[in-house]
């Protein structure tokens, strides 16, 4: 039976560790991180998911904020919502939840995000950091899936890794974090032909195609290692881009749907804003080398 990788547990975890961190830091910094998060429309799904963001950051004692905008807002209502909070020196990671509502253009929305309060990683500049391996925040499912393998002793250094998706919300920084770990890592998307081939190759395979269920055992190999990003709500329930049943036998560790990957997304969110309130609030204080911070392995 497969290794479960357990995102829920692992997230917990962190959230120890986030709190032993604030109290570290609290002294010095005079006020608790801030997180601000930008709702745009009623999206239910979206509203479920920034629910779940203020809720850990109750828990973990991180202060958040919700703005909440009709879907019909102008985009400079938004701009100017994302400048104030930009120059608001209590706010360490602004999100802006997405998807937009219909009409809606998320580029100029993200890139007018202070890059050092980009709690979502998404800031062009922020993914280009990445593409150097330079530091700075990381965008949250691939960050949370690399913490999980880490977790459990995976090692991706020299082995095989497949990607199906190119999104840059997920399937791109994956794969650049494979690669930055070691891993020869593919990338399959919508045009790849054979992709059962290609999956059949991978020692560890992260699926991110946002297709329910498009993944079973003629796509996995024995002993992989299966990373099952997609999440669908249908009317049997929660389901994954992974027939989880024909998989979780071949392989030798598998990510459940929900409590896998989903948590882990959140968690890393609270570790971009604490990283980002722990650096501004160090050079404030006058500190040397404001880079560091005592969360750098959850960043990779
Ligand atoms: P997306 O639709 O932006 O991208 C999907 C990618 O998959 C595309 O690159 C596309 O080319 C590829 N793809 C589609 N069909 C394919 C096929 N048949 N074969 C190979 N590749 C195919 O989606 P996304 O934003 O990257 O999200 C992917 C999934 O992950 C969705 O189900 C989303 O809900 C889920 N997600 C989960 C979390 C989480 O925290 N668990 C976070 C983000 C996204």
């Known amino acids: 039976m497969a290794l479960r990788l357990d995102g829920r547990q692992l997230a917990a975890e962190l959230e120890n560790r986030l709190r032993s961190v604030i109290s570290q830091g609290l002294g010095r910094a005079g006020r608790p991180p801030g997180l601000a998060v930008l709702r745009v429309g009623d999206d239910s799904a979206s509203g479920v998911y920034v629910a779940n963001k203020a809720k850990a950051c109750a828990r973990v004692g991180l202060h958040s904020r919700v703005q909440h905008f009709r879907a019909d807002s102008a985009p400079a209502e938004l701009l100017a919502a994302i400048t104030a909070l930009n120059r608001d020196p209590a706010v360490d990671g602004i999100l802006l939840q997405l998807p937009l509502p219909t ?69 791109q920084p994956m794969a650049l974090m494979l690669q930055a770990a070691d891993a020869t890592v593919s990338v399959a998307h919508s045009r790849t032909r054979e992709l059962a081939a290609l999956t059949r190759q991978a020692e560890i395979l992260v699926v991110a195609a946002g297709r329910p269920r498009l993944l079973g055992a003629e796509h996995v190999s024995p002993a992989a290692v299966v990373v099952d990003v997609g999440i669908h709500r249908t009317a049997g329930g929660l389901c994954g881009d992974v027939r989880f049943e024909e998989v ?43 880079l560091d911070h005592p969360l750098a392995d959850l960043l990779p």
């Open 248 to 290: 979780e036998p071949l392989a030798s560790a598998i990510t459940p749907v929900p409590g896998g990957v989903g948590p882990m997304t959140v968690t890393m969110l609270l570790v971009n804003t604490v990283v980002s309130w722990w650096q501004r609030t160090e050079a404030e204080a006058g500190g040397q080398g404001s």
């Open 103 to 171: 009409g809606l253009e998320e580029a100029p929305l993200l890139a007018a995000i202070d890059p050092a309060k980009d709690a979502d990683g998404l800031h062009t500049l922020n993914l280009g950091r990445l593409l150097k391996g330079e530091p700075g925040p990381r965008s949250c499912t691939p960050a949370g899936v690399m913490a999980l393998l880490a977790r459990h002793g995976i090692e991706a250094s020299g082995r095989r890794a497949v990607v199906v998706g190119r999104s840059i919300l997920v399937g």
